[in-house]
């Protein structure tokens, strides 16, 4: 059975007047200036060009670097910032007060991560939204997807009422604006999502009171439109999008992205990277880009070789997680289906999430390891490398009880460190989503998994070991950062393509969370600059 996207406009709370956003990424709007500032490193961060504002008219900017590039002393790095507006990072905005202690240091960022309508730049990257929302901080000064979830766990518990509905009609508009909900509110974002957890978004505004989960059934529908795009269509072994079509019948999903370019934002580093690979560069792009969709940019998990970026094969797996939060929207859309005595639709979805499920213990479960691994659908092969991913089946209860009983073993023996829960079992690759750094949504996850089955006291353990972590590095550099080493030290998480970031969004939400849940931890008692052992 066929269904249509929803059209139009909900009518959720009344939508501030949005400029209509010009959708020209910078790569297309400038051309081979644009290739000339990222291929020369005018900045060390090639984020820091494509979110630049322009002083004039982008047109204008582009014929004027035409006119005057062959000149004699032409200084392109000049240029650029004579021509353009460069975003600085506060960093000040970041210094703790020593007197609070860690859940006050992560309230007082609420208004420094915040940003506003007003604020955006005209002929810039950023895509207009018409209501406040919080940025994770440092070099991403816009809203991400996924992340803003992990956030809204922290304003939830901070009983943020205004941020949560300002956030929940943000999304709601970009769906019903661009019929997905990008990566982030940028340009160069736009041919991509993230891990779709608009579904869980909506659990949490219901339950805060912003508004019923009924609400958002319209935007609901229009997002797994978008996910499920031509999968109907598709014969056994064809592939389209994010939907392949398995030999069996079943349909499960990938990471995708609509462009097979470089990235704007990291357009030196896919070139380099594709440059070492033997395949053509623009299948070693998409696979860049479908890792960044993934969320997971980059690791191991996607990569033929762990130790190679270029082995990327984003496109050929399909992961455990993306196929269990599609899960989750299902049944969803199948509940408040029913609740608008919508019944033919309820069953249309009730059928779904139940054929998805089949199909992820078919493909992803392991009997013999007791663990859900991904899938190689080109191969026809499971991967054999156990990833937090593995209990993303507990976080959205589709695993079995004798599934999540095997799934916390193998969590213990494998995957639970000093600081939480490992990313992969991949070491020093070079990529920040593997060993030894760890990431606030993937303790959350867990936890909140292992509790669906009943496992609170290794949940309980998680979230210590987490916050020890957290409030150890808290009380060495008086500050939240993006990821973390999963053991007590003073060094900093590194790999990936930029510098660690501080702020930091989703680190602040999940932890905030779990100190309210834990008030007798020690981490509600740290402070900044006054170092402790909280491992024990």
């Known amino acids: 059975m066929k269904f249509d996207a ?41 984020k820091t060009f494509v979110d630049c504002a322009p002083r004039q008219e982008p047109e204008k900017i582009v014929e004027l670097y035409r006119n005057t590039r062959n000149d ?13 507006v460069v975003a600085e990072v506060p960093t ?8 609070r202690p860690l859940a006050a240091h992560i309230e007082s960022l609420w208004p420094v991560l915040t940003r506003h309508p007003q604020e955006h730049p005209p002929c810039s990257s950023i895509l207009p939204l018409p209501y406040d929302y919080i940025v994770p901080g440092g070099r991403f000064s816009e809203l991400y997807y996924w992340d803003s979830y992990f956030t809204m766990l922290g304003l939830y518990s901070a009983n943020r009422t205004h941020l949560l509905a300002s956030m929940a009609d943000n999304f709601a508009y970009l769906i019903d604006t661009y019929g997905h909900i990008p990566n982030g509110n940028r340009t160069y974002y736009l041919s991509r999502s993230q ?8 659990d949490l505004f219901e339950k805060n009171g912003v508004k019923q989960a009924i609400d958002y059934l319209p935007q609901l529908r229009k997002e797994y439109c978008f996910w499920m795009a031509g999968g109907d269509d598709l014969r056994p072994g064809e592939d389209y999008r994010r939907c392949v079509r398995m030999s069996d019948g079943a349909l499960l999903n990938r990471y995708w992205d609509d462009r097979d370019t470089p990235r704007d934002e990291s357009y030196r580093q896919d070139v380099l990277t594709a440059q070492q690979s033997n395949r053509p560069v623009h299948d070693v792009y998409r696979d860049l880009r479908a890792g960044a969709e993934s969320g997971w940019d980059f690791s191991s998990r996607w990569q033929l070789d762990p130790y190679d970026l270029s082995s990327i094969c984003t496109t050929n797996i399909l992961p455990i997680d993306l196929n269990c939060l599609l899960f989750k929207l299902e049944q969803q859309i199948a509940m408040l289906a029913q609740l608008k005595e919508d019944f033919i639709l309820a069953e249309e979805f009730s059928q779904r999430a139940l054929r998805r499920q089949e199909a992820m213990n078919t493909y992803f479960w392991n009997e013999r390891e007791g663990a859900f691994f991904d899938f190689h659908w080109r191969d026809n092969v499971q991967r054999s490398n156990l990833t937090a991913a593995t209990l993303t089946p507990l976080f959205v209860k589709s695993a079995s009880r004798e599934q999540a009983e095997r799934v916390k073993h193998i969590t213990v023996h494998r ?17 920040q989503w593997d060993r030894p750094n760890g990431w606030a949504p993937l303790q959350w996850m867990a936890i909140a998994g292992l509790r669906n089955y009943g496992y609170g006291e290794l949940a309980a353990d998680i979230s210590k070991r987490w916050l020890s972590i957290v409030s150890g590095l808290y009380e060495c550099d008086s500050k939240l950062v993006e990821k973390y080493i999963l053991r007590p030290t003073e060094e900093h998480a590194c790999g990936g393509e930029y510098p660690l970031q501080d702020g930091f969004g989703w680190t602040n939400g999940v932890t905030y969370q779990l100190l ?8 509600n008692y740290c402070r900044a600059g006054n170092r402790h052992d909280f491992s024990q």
């Open 516 to 523: 309210k849940e834990d008030p007798h931890h020690p981490a």
């Open 195 to 202: 891990p779709p957890v608009f579904s869980l978004m909506v």
């Open 92 to 99: 000040s905005a970041f210094v703790s007060d020593s007197n």
């Open 6 to 46: 929803p059209l139009g406009m909900n009518s959720y709370h009344k939508i501030n007047q949005v400029s209509q956003a010009d959708t020209l990424t910078p790569a297309d709007r400038y051309q081979e200036l644009f290739v000339d500032v990222q291929m020369g490193c005018v900045f060390d961060d090639g």
């Open 72 to 84: 004699a002393g032409f200084d392109l790095k000049a240029f650029v910032l004579e021509q353009f």
């Open 415 to 431: 995957l639970l460190v000093e600081g939480g829960i490992s990313t992969t079992e991949f070491n020093k690759t070079g990529q």
